[in-house]
């Protein structure tokens, strides 16, 4: 920002992140097909590492949004070292995992899934056992202790609207077992069905190709093709699986638009079946329009809430309560939902109704920072410690968009 005030510079923090994940699909490409050269079609292939609704709201975070992009390139960067020495690759497992800790933790899951990806692809090839089992050994020794370094000498405890508490011996089983259920609960109801259906075919296409590309016996590479990918979903959300309280927004879950990524860059880059190809451009094409609707509802929610704001204001204003000299403790009740031409959209979109803040919202502390602070309504304060809704208030105003309450010392806004 070239200054020591946090200044607006956007969109260039999105267009480093946009780089930062072009960087990290090349890379992606390089290891996993281990060819030097890539048609335009391989590049499409791995929009979903940055374009999956999860990751949509990473792009949103105006200052947020480089770091959280880093954290998927940290996670895939030590797979370069992977077959240059042992010590090479476990120095930057260790670096690179650090620094996805103190990104952005969700990106947790990404480096194991690709751990697993490149085992199996190794295993397939028919290549030596001990070599694999040596790769999978440093890479998990190496994970660990800096997931370890991180718990001990960099990580705050945090108990808030989240915790970064890990449950303990006697509760790991069943916390991760209900993380897991809840996290993919959400992504069956957050997705359109025509995206499951399409998600599930590429399984079975990665399946399919695995068998068919196999050096090996292919009774043996159909199971470890479930396995692996079985295994990969496991380790989607990281280590928050085995958080108490974990993050459920789908900024969490954008590791299972990078799993994606994963799955569509081996059937592209290994199969000769056009339907697979296909299927994952598909899967591309829908992310990318769904991105353009993303980004036109969040404009048609900061229009509304802007409309929303200015009548209650205005309403303030014609009571005879911004001119006073005397302070007026206000607090905002209810909130004002979704846009109506949201709400009112004749496609299911449930994914809009997560990614879409609610910024004029008195259960929320954003969603009451910008009437408080970007209008200079001076006599106006806002107490947190009182609970206006618990006074017996008279009515001074009831319109079809807000009831207000108040007296000369106290209003209450009620968003309907």
Sequence with gaps: HADKYLTDVSPLPQLIAILILAVSGVILLYVISEKKQFSIWQLVITLPLGLSPYFLECISYKYDSPYMALSILAAIFPSLFHKKGSIKYFIAIVISMLVVCTTYQPASGIFPMLVIMLAMKSWNEKEDNKTIGRFIFVSIIGYCLSLLIFKIFIMVPANTYVSNEIASIGEIVPVVISNLKKYFGLIITDFKKIWLVIIALMFCAFIYTVVCNTKRKKYLALPIAIITLV????????????????????????????????????????????????????????????????????YVQEKYTDYRVALVIEDLENLNLLNNEKNINLQISGTIQLAPNIRNMPQTYNMLNRLIPITFNGDWYWGTYKFFHYYDLKNIYQNENLDLETYDLPILKDTVYHRIRGNDEYVLVELK
């Design 231 to 298: 295994l990969m979903l496991f380790c989607t959300f990281g280590v928050y699986i085995s958080l108490k309280n974990p993050l459920y927004d789908p900024r969490a879950m954008y590791g299972f638009g990078v799993l994606l990524a994963f799955i569509a860059i081996y059937i592209c880059t290994s199969s000769r079946k056009y339907i697979s190809k296909i299927l994952c451009l598909l899967l591309s094409w829908m992310f990318f329009s769904f991105s353009f609707t993303y980004g036109n509802a969040l």
